[in-house]
């Protein structure tokens, strides 16, 4: 492991556990430096994970102030798994997987475009486990031409990681759209959903980098175990 990701792992560490609070300064570059006892350059690198994902803020001539991380925050933007979402926030996980199967394409995704009548996917069901309590559904419906059949036991440790390390796919972008909805029979079936009427849904299509459709993901959250953000910075206009 780098130098630099092991430092940035243990200060995302001390922040997610309150021993840097939200809005105190961290050290210095030259205070960690010394601290870990490395070069400044290698500091800086595990800053800047910090900052881009949300940890930090650096403020010119004062330091990195950190930020309120307190919650199970799910990025509306960007393409991140469950298994790469629970290494950053340090959740206790366990994923089940329900059904996979192989099933005709569904006439919704048909209608949305993304495939033709009769084409075969693979339909997952996985249930996401934190902390205890179930509080995610997911729902996937993948491209069985593109992929084969899924093996379960991988599946249940990370999709993304089996389609992209032991397929070489490469995964490229998405479209994600955002809602809240009343509870389904299947999320009263499957999630804790300690008294919520509502669901908060989070529906994507992901494509490769050749612009192929891969798969349609349906993610169902409980709504009071999560928040839904973007950590968002802002550059300057040069020009004014």
Known sequence: MNKFFKIYLELKEKIESREYRSNSLLPSENDLAKEYDVSRETIRKALLLLLENGYIHKIQGKGSIVLDVHKYRVPVTGLISFKERQELQNLETET?????EEVEAPEFLIKLGFV????????????RIIEGEAVILDKDYIKKNIIGNLPTARVEESLYEYLEKDLGIKISYGNKDFKIE???EEDIRYIDLNGNEHIAVLRSD?????TDFLHYTESRHRVDK????????????KSN
């Open 96 to 100: 089940k997987v329900l059904i996979n």
């Open 116 to 127: 033709k009548k009769g084409e075969r996917l693979i339909y997952l069901l996985r249930q």
């Open 182 to 184: 009343r509870v389904s």
């Open 206 to 210: 992901v494509y490769t980098e050749g």
């Open 226 to 237: 999560f928040y839904f953000s973007e950590f968002a910075r802002r550059t300057s206009n």
